[in-house]
């Protein structure tokens, strides 16, 4: 056997592209690890003090002007100083103090074959053989933190036997990127897919969100990542009902949610609402809080989607840099309809969305813009109802909402359209005259279908029950008159006159 592997690592050597000999990967040397009768190498590790800045796997976040012998250097460093002298053939337990005054831990003494570790690892063949003064002597030398040493010794056996012992998520994680600073390719391939076979939890996703960060090796933990993207979306997906589990997710899990098409809120005005309270509860620092919502979240915040009035509220928020606020606000409002501000799809909002313009005299007006698609209104029947998001017109809140009507005295449905006063709002007496129109076929231009006026004393909800004049069959069927490119495009004008 001996034999055979010199020649493998002769092999090995010859190629100089530290590529993993295929014959030694595929044995089990399990029977030698650890073992004198079968070692050429005392391997020496060097357990550290943990600094304070390298307490967790963010310690190995790499960049991409190191190489992976420098990573490797950062955490785990060779010391070229190593003892020539025999230390017999027992593994030891040390426990010493550097003359740098870093604090040793212990030394864990390791009997191993040079021949098996250059087989599975370029750093350890560069150890052994590339004219380093380690590759002379019978020791090396590794010096890591006490967090890598579980780890490490995961690595270390599975180079002998192919296999991990190590089950949990945390675990397999440290492993793999110790795999990787050390360059064993056949275990972070095996960390990937041991952890793709686990089952997906809330901690487990968020640390697999933090594996480009930690790995150089992007594309083969992307997909770890995408899962554990996918998992926190579909999990998350209503923010009202998770919002106290939401406020204890960190950054990276926040970010993930809030990026999702699939989230399901109240409003866009609803969702920038909780990003402020998840941001002031997470980092009471003014200046850090400014920082993490001007370059994390608000990008994550579709502001086309967002009513005035609450665009208004981002503009004079304190925990958003002035000019960055201003700057999208602005953009929002000249630009909303550029392709740029398409990008964002739609949520499953509660409440849909609308477009305002609003006018201040000779009386205050607005008109607002409700497009219904042709899949949600074949949803409303038989008894559904939409409601829009709340807007503004002077003093006064008011919604629309469409209707399934059923007509009992003719024994059909229609499809009907009503405004009404937010709750919120308190009543002054005024006359609110609206009329509601729809957009037809061929001309696609807006007719005018209903009219009426309300006083807000009433605090109703006034309408049309049978909008279109059409019963629901006819007006959903194949043969379309108001819906252009599937969608329903509704018009509601309202004016408030003051009571004289």
């Not at 050597?13 to 079968?38: L, S």
């Not at 696609?444 to 006026?453: H, L, N, Q, V």
């Amino acid at each position: 056997m001996e034999s055979r592997l010199d020649d493998d690592v002769s092999d090995h050597q010859a190629t100089g592209k530290g590529a993993v000999v295929t014959a030694i990967a595929d044995y089990n040397f399990e029977f030698a690890f650890n073992c004198p009768n079968f070692s050429d190498r005392l391997l020496r590790i060097e357990v550290m003090g943990e600094p304070p800045e390298c307490n967790t796997h963010h310690k190995w976040q790499s960049d991409d002007d190191i190489t992976a012998k420098e990573s490797a250097k950062c955490t785990s460093k060779l010391l070229s100083n190593c003892e020539t002298d025999d230390e017999g053939d027992e593994a030891m337990l040390e426990e010493s103090t550097s003359s740098g005054g870093d604090l040793i831990i212990r030394v864990n003494s390791i009997h191993v074959s040079s021949a098996i570790l250059a087989a599975k690892s370029p750093f350890f063949f560069k150890l052994f053989s590339n004219g380093m003064k380690e590759s002379a002597q019978r020791h090396a030398t590794l010096r890591i933190n006490t967090s890598e040493e579980a780890a490490l010794m995961e690595l270390l056996g599975f180079m002998y036997s192919g296999k991990l012992s190590a089950t949990s998520p945390e675990l397999l994680v440290d492993v793999m990127i110790t795999a990787d600073k050390f360059e064993v390719a056949s275990c972070v391939a095996h960390c990937i897919e041991v952890l793709g076979s686990l089952p997906m939890t809330t901690e487990s996703a968020l640390l697999y969100l933090d594996l480009p960060s930690c790995v150089p090796m992007v594309s083969a933990v992307q997909p770890l990542v995408d899962v554990a993207k996918v998992y926190l979306c579909d999990k998350y997906r209503d923010i009202t009902r998770f919002q106290d589990d939401l406020m204890s997710l960190p950054l990276a899990g926040i970010e993930v949610i809030l990026s999702s098409d699939g989230l399901q809120v109240a409003s866009e005005d609803a969702l920038f609402v909780f990003v402020l309270k998840w941001v002031r509860a997470r980092y009471p620092a003014p200046e850090e809080r400014r920082r993490i919502l001007g370059t994390h979240l608000i990008r994550h915040i579709r502001l086309p989607n967002m009513s005035h009035k609450k665009l208004r509220e981002v503009l004079e928020c304190n925990d958003l840099d002035h000019e960055l606020a201003s700057k999208l606000v602005i953009e929002t409002l000249l630009c909303g309809d550029d392709s740029k501000h398409k990008r964002f799809a739609e949520r499953a909002y509660s409440y849909h969305r609308l477009r305002v313009m609003r006018f201040d005299r000779p009386h205050p007006q607005c008109v607002v813009y409700f497009d219904i698609g042709r899949e949600e209104c074949t949803k409303l029947f038989p008894s559904g109802r939409i409601y829009s998001q709340r807007f503004q017109l002077g003093a006064q809140g008011f919604y629309l909402s469409a209707h399934c009507y059923w007509n009992q005295q003719r024994l059909f449905h229609s499809f009907g359209l009503f405004v009404g006063m937010s709750k919120n709002t308190t009543p002054d007496g005024s006359m609110i005259d609206y009329e509601f129109a729809a957009r037809l076929r061929p001309s696609g231009d807006f007719f005018s279908r209903y009219r009426d006026s309300f006083t807000s004393t009433s605090r109703m909800t006034s309408g049309c029950r049978n909008l279109l004049g059409l019963p629901w069959a006819s007006f959903i069927s194949d043969d379309l008159i108001f819906f252009f490119d599937d969608t329903l495009h509704l018009r509601v004008e309202l004016t408030i006159r003051q009571p004289y």
